[in-house]
């Protein structure tokens, strides 16, 4: 399977040559401490290094090795002190004030003055948070304050928020890279080169990006959070990304050792690098270490209600499709088990609210009862629907037409554009479409809000056109309830109202999967495929 690319590689390598001669440095103690880069790929280019912009995977994973916030959390999305080491929230649970940490600097650069930098303090969080509301700006990660109503510095260090309604998913929302802290006097000396000029406050420094090559961070020493034993964060002398966008080429650069990381299962190596069943390779197990854990991600097909075709509009067959095919299996098979068969409803696995009594599982049987029920109901004989998915789930929407055409059900598969497709979704214009939904913040809510009626596409998420007077009530009234005990049985509820229509045939719930070479330690992982890499060790093989 390696010996085709071999070619591909040796080009690879060639250039490869001529970025590290680039960005190599004159100063031999360098040398000493190489051993201490982290070296990985990003086969999708960043697009800027500006927090307010960090819409993508790839953007949020750089911004968060420079920038810090109010608020972060940790591995089991807890939310834990950042820069405010402590908050209270008032007993409407509309008031948030902050007492921020007074050992905080912003990354050195010669605007600060004589020390090369300042503490930050409750004023650049102001200013942070009034570019995200900016017009002009158009800041992508605006949204996050939808539902604030004023923010003040109360002194250097007391930073207050006010919403206009209780809002307990809130805190979640402050640990979104959008919410990072910025120095003024730096935005505005660079102004929209700020996005290749970043100064923020993280374990790591910006050093130099060509981009589309490369980009190097270095550490910064004077980063203000220690580990368990006082020690100072990072460990890591610096941060090395190359931007390969062909990814049987970075797989063999993975396997060679020339990154330490591989972020990503792809249908090119997968059965390469792993057994049917999911396990690392025996020829592997001696150099690779293999970490997985849940995803809050949701995989699924979308039903559009206000389609004119009688398929699409009859709950049968929309049942249909969701007991007519074997989950299990096609994780199994198209995924080499690595996923979770989504039994259990929209909620995915890891948020509360999820339940696997919510939702369908595979009974062949009923739903080839249903579809010949609506054939004996519609008098339409030979039902059928149009299914349309990118290129890189055409194997899945396979599956599911072979397996459904057993029941009775003739599905035709259309492949689309990414961009095509995503329009079309949210202007009705696909009566069957395969999408999925990554958690934004770490609340169910942010998953039945694509339910809710006010938030129908275009202008809102409700691809599906949805409209449900109770669940709309239940939503409505999960606003009011801080106890996540309590809001998390509103949750499954709702999820269940949604699941009984049928509107939606969740596919599987993913899985963070990452591939290290022996000598990188705590690495971890997240369920929201953060890469944390200030407590990331790098020993010498």
């Known amino acids: ?45 960043i697009n800027t290094l500006d927090p307010a912009f960090a819409r993508t995977l790839q953007d949020i994973r750089m ?14 999305l807890n939310i834990i002190p950042c820069i405010a080491k402590s908050w209270t929230i008032s007993d409407d649970a509309t008031t948030y004030t902050f007492n921020l940490r007074n050992d905080v600097f912003f990354h050195k650069h010669p605007i600060f003055g004589k020390d090369s930098t300042r503490t930050v303090i409750a004023s650049d969080f102001e200013f942070s948070l009034n570019r995200l509301r900016d017009k002009k700006l158009a800041a992508p990660g605006s949204w996050v304050l939808n539902k604030v109503d004023d923010f003040k510095a109360i002194n250097d260090s007391t930073f207050q928020i006010t919403l206009k309604q209780p809002f307990p998913a809130f805190i ?56 368990k034993h006082g020690e100072q964060l990072p460990y890591l002398e610096a941060v090395s990304i190359t931007f390969l966008p062909d990814k049987q080429s970075e797989f063999l650069q993975f396997v060679q050792g020339n990154i330490d990381f591989l972020n990503s299962l792809d249908v090119s190596y997968k059965d ?7 396990k690392l390779r025996a020829q592997y197990s001696e150099s690779v270490n293999m970490i997985r854990g849940p995803y809050l991600n949701t995989e699924y097909l979308g039903f559009y209600l206000d389609s004119k075709i009688p398929e699409i509009q009859s709950e049968l067959i929309r049942k249909a499709v969701n007991y007519g095919f074997d989950r299990k299996k096609m994780i199994l098979y198209l995924r080499n088990g690595i996923g979770n068969p989504a039994n259990g409803g929209f909620i995915p696995l890891g948020l509360p609210g999820h339940s696997t009594s919510v939702g369908f ?33 055409l194997s899945f929407c396979e599956f599911i037409q072979r397996e459904l055409e057993k029941a009775g059900l003739k599905i035709n598969v259309d492949v689309m554009p990414e961009s095509t497709l995503r329009t079309a979704r949210s ?17 169910a809510e942010n998953y039945l809000s694509i339910f809710y009626s006010e938030n129908f596409a275009p202008k809102g998420s409700n691809y599906f056109h949805y409209k449900n007077a109770m669940f709309d009530s239940l939503y409505n009234k999960a606003f009011s309830i801080n106890d996540i005990e309590k809001r998390k049985h509103l949750y499954t509820k709702m999820d269940s109202l949604a699941m009984d229509a049928a509107l939606i045939v969740p596919l599987y719930y993913d899985e963070v999967i990452r591939f290290t070479r022996k000598n990188i330690k705590d690495l971890g992982i997240n369920p929201v495929d953060m890469l944390d890499l200030k407590y990331v060790k790098k020993t010498k093989l």
């Open 361 to 393: 599982n595979y009974q062949p049987k009923k739903a080839k009862a249903l579809i010949d029920q609506f054939k004996k109901e519609t008098g339409i004989s030979n039902p059928e629907i149009t299914l349309n998915t990118t290129s890189n789930y």
């Open 63 to 76: 911004a968060n090795q420079l920038f810090n916030g109010l608020v972060q959390t940790d591995s089991a």
């Open 172 to 227: 979640g929302l402050l640990s979104m890279k959008y919410c990072s802290v910025v120095p003024k006097e730096i935005v505005e000396h660079y102004g929209v080169d700020f996005r290749a000029n970043p100064i923020g406050t993280g374990p790591f420094k910006f050093k130099r990006w060509k981009e589309n090559v490369k980009l190097v961070f270095r550490k910064n020493t004077n980063y203000f959070e220690t580990d």
């Open 427 to 443: 202007n009705g214009k696909v009566d069957l479409f395969r999408s999925s939904w990554i958690a934004d913040y770490l609340d």
């Open 1 to 45: 399977m390696i010996k085709p690319l071999t070619k591909q590689l040796n080009l690879y390598l060639s250039i490869s040559c001529v970025v590290i001669l680039f960005f190599s440095c004159s100063n031999k103690s360098n040398t000493n401490k190489e051993h201490l880069v982290f070296r990985y790929n990003e086969h999708t280019n």
């Open 272 to 278: 390469e690098l792993l057994t049917s069943n999911g």
